[in-house]
């Protein structure tokens, strides 16, 4: 294929839409959402892709609305809509069991691709389409499409958020989440529900966790510690540096789970779990650190000197009321 110097990757010439056989569309072993797998047999593909979310829904859907939206295919391998074969498949097996349907499943409609597009259109199309398009694929997927991309088809970052249209620092970060997901895998091969750690990870970039990243000892921790499913909730891993702050908190999460870490954490520091307590922080921060021309501006705006007594009047009265049931208790 010709390309115009000025046409990111990802063109593609689509051929006239044409009815296959069911019986001989294949499913594409090398998609993102399946090549992190091992499969010997068909049935193995398609447990895989039934185990995927909404394919009940998307059953459903086919099943009393036929197929609307045809699958791209590569020749005879679905380049794009493995999900929706996998529909189409089982509801011509059904039909053949004499179940009636809206339509024929034994032949479905596709788009066929021009023979001669490059492994690399082909890859940079469906990045369009599940990473910046209406059919998003799961984060993992995302990123390891990105990171194909990126480090086999040598396609630079910026041309990455131009065909994605993510920004640049969001597809490093994706990248190097994704790496840290790889780096776990190679650690707990066995783990086969791997992909599921790449939100953890993504917590896990936090710049305020840079220390904790770069510590091997630290960073082999919370290896450990996703492994043995100590932290099942993604978000709790922005708390790992002060747990490791923490004596008691990381003593908690070394014998216990984030949950009994976290605990020691509030009673020293209660905006963790509390949006209200963390507002509280900000205001006395913005005091501490009254901006000079505010001051200045205040001296002579009753307005504004208003609200600061509004305010202290407000705290010395929540405090007053607090201070008289712990007192009664």
Known sequence: MVRPKSVLPGLMTFLPKKKFDTVDLQYDIDNIRLSHQTFTSVDEIEEALWKMPDMEFL???????????????????????????????????????GKKFIQDFSKIICIPIDPNTSQLDKEA???????????????????????????????TYDTLAAITRKSKPTIIKKIEAYNLVEEY???????DTYPEKYPHMWEFLRSDLDDVRDDTEKKKLVMDWLHENKIPNSRDVR????????????????????????????KDDPTIKSPTYK????????????????????LNDDAKFSILKDLRTSLDRLIKQIDSVRRKG
Request: hydrophobic share 35%.
């Open 279 to 298: 507002k509280l922080v900000k205001i006395k921060d913005i005091v501490d650190t009254f901006p000079t021309k505010e001051f200045a501006d205040t």
């Open 239 to 266: 708390h790992l540096n002060s747990i490791f702050k923490n004596s008691k908190a990381l003593r908690a999460l070394k014998e216990k789970t984030i949950k009994e870490a976290l605990y020691e954490i509030i």
């Open 125 to 155: 199309f469906l990045a369009s389409i599940h990473i910046a398009g209406k059919h998003e694929w799961p984060d993992f997927n995302q990123a390891r499409l990105l990171k194909t991309l990126h480090d086999q088809r040598h396609v």
């Open 185 to 191: 895998h190679i650690i707990y091969s066995n783990d």
């Open 59 to 97: 059953y459903e859907d086919i099943s009393q609305r036929g197929l609307e939206e045809p699958p791209i295919v590569d020749g005879n391998t679905v380049l794009e809509g493995n999900r929706r074969l996998a529909v189409c498949k089982r509801l011509n097996k059904e039909q053949k069991t």
